[in-house]
Every structure is written in structure tokens, then in C-alpha cells.
């Protein structure tokens, strides 16, 4: 076996939402870094063109692609785009999501749905659109992939108000199990990650206690912008050709070793 080349996405082509900042940067800035093309896409336009310039002018190849994936009509625009730069996708990374907090006597409807349609339904939806693309990339030896970002809010109880969101990321472990079963035949990928503690700007509350989250943390540290990095970039690279339907914690073990 020539393991030179087990974790390359060299020449890849790759899509992450939500790719502008926290865990969908995180996912990108590994990707352009390991040789891959990588479009990003998120609803602030400035924010995604400014990261896309930076790691161009880093010397990687990034390109910006602002969608609001809320909506349907997003969806099938972010996918129109990629569509009419790329014949075909090796990997997409459904990151784009939201949260919401809120007591749960006064945890609006409104709320409720605008978590579901992004986390979940966007999921579903940009996945669908971006098919022909993805098929058009697959092969028995060397799949197309879809990596979905779920959480380990959807495998265990949060200590948060935070009922949609968890709900969501339970629904996106199974609605990953669910597509993987269904596109196997056409030689794609279905694989979810569950991280834990990372800083971003979604989590930053938590991080107001950082001594106390880090006390439930088995390995003692929160995540680094590497660790999530590096399991995608296995999930994509041939090292990863033979897993679907997976969910996989990086959590330092806060919801798999309590």
C-alpha cells in the first residue's frame, strides 16, 4: 500500500457553508491549506470575500460564493453558482448553521424554525441540488463526500436552553446516516462531525467560564482550529474512502467518556 498520499486532497474541489468564520474557517483554511480549491459561502458577502482574498493572497486557491441558505430559493442559488464555476464537487462540507437560546417558557416559534430550516433543511436541500455534481466526482475508488457539522449537543443534553439547536444537530446525525444509505450506490459519502468545545462566535458565552467548561473536558484543553481540520481532511483524503454513515465526536471526550 503507498500511504503517500492516504490524507492528500490535492486538487480537490471542495464547498463549505458557513465557511467565513468559526468551524466552517476552521474546515476551509485546512483544506486551502492542504492543495485543495475550496469555495466558501455564508450570508455576509464582505466576510466570505474577505476571507477568500486573504487565503488567496496566502497563496491557496479560495473563492467566495455568499448565500443565505435559510431559504430554499438560497439553496438552489448557492448550488446554480457552484454549478456554473465547477462540473464537478469531490467534497461538500454543510456547516452553515445557527442557535438559539432562550427559557423554555418563552422559547419563540419563530426561533424554533429559523434553527430547524438552516440546520437542518439547508442540509438536505443544498445536498440535493448539488448531486449531478457530486455524482459527476465519484468513483468505487475514490468517493465524493458530503461532511456534515453536527454536534455533541445532538448526543447528549446540553447544559443550555438551547432546544432547537440540540433537536437540530440530533436530526442532522440521523439525516446523515439516512443519505448515506441512499447515495452509497452512486459512490458518495455521508459522514458527520460532532465537535465540542470551540471557541467561535457562536460559543463565546461559554467561553465567559472557560475554567468550568474546561473541568468537564476529559483531555483538559478546548478544541483547536487543527483537530477539526485534520478529521475532515481524513474524511475527504483516501484515508477516509471507506467510512459513511458516521458520526464522529471531537470532543476530547465530553460525550463520549462521562
Not at 469555495?39 to 477568500?52: D, V
Not at 467566495?64 to 467534497?91: F, H, K, Q, V
Not at 448539488?130 to 475514490?142: T, Y
Request: one cysteine or more.
Amino acid at each position: 500500500m503507498d500511504t503517500t498520499e492516504l490524507f492528500s486532497i490535492r486538487g480537490k474541489v471542495a464547498l463549505v457553508t458557513g465557511g467565513s468564520r468559526g468551524i466552517g474557517e476552521m474546515i476551509a483554511r485546512g483544506y486551502v491549506a492542504a492543495g485543495a480549491r475550496v469555495y466558501i459561502s455564508s450570508r455576509k458577502a464582505e466576510a466570505c470575500e474577505a476571507l477568500a482574498g486573504e487565503l488567496t493572497a496566502e497563496g491557496g486557491d479560495c473563492i467566495a460564493l455568499p448565500a443565505d441558505l435559510s431559504t430554499p430559493e438560497g439553496c438552489d442559488e448557492l448550488a446554480a453558482a457552484l454549478a456554473e464555476r465547477e462540473e464537478r464537487l469531490d467534497i461538500l462540507v454543510n456547516n452553515a448553521g445557527a442557535a438559539w437560546g432562550a427559557p423554555l417558557g418563552e422559547y419563540p416559534a419563530d426561533g424554533f424554525d429559523k434553527v430547524m430550516n438552516l440546520n437542518v433543511r439547508a442540509i438536505f436541500l443544498l445536498t440535493q441540488a448539488l448531486l449531478p455534481q457530486l455524482r459527476a466526482a465519484a468513483s468505487a475508488d475514490d468517493p465524493a463526500r458530503v461532511i456534515d457539522i453536527g454536534s455533541i449537543d445532538g448526543i447528549q443534553v446540553p447544559g443550555f436552553p438551547s432546544f432547537a439547536y440540540s433537536a437540530s444537530k440530533a436530526a442532522v446525525h440521523q439525516l446523515t446516516r439516512h443519505l448515506a444509505k441512499y447515495v452509497a450506490d452512486d459512490h458518495i459519502t455521508v459522514n458527520a462531525i460532532a465537535p465540542g468545545y470551540f471557541p467561535s462566535k457562536m460559543t463565546e458565552f461559554m467561553f465567559e467560564h472557560e475554567q468550568e467548561l474546561l473541568a468537564g473536558v476529559p483531555l483538559g484543553r478546548t478544541g483547536q482550529p487543527a483537530d477539526l481540520a485534520g478529521v475532515a481532511i481524513m474524511l475527504a483524503a483516501p484515508a477516509g474512502s471507506y467510512i459513511t454513515g458516521a458520526v464522529i465526536p471531537v470532543d476530547g471526550g465530553v460525550a463520549t467518556l462521562k
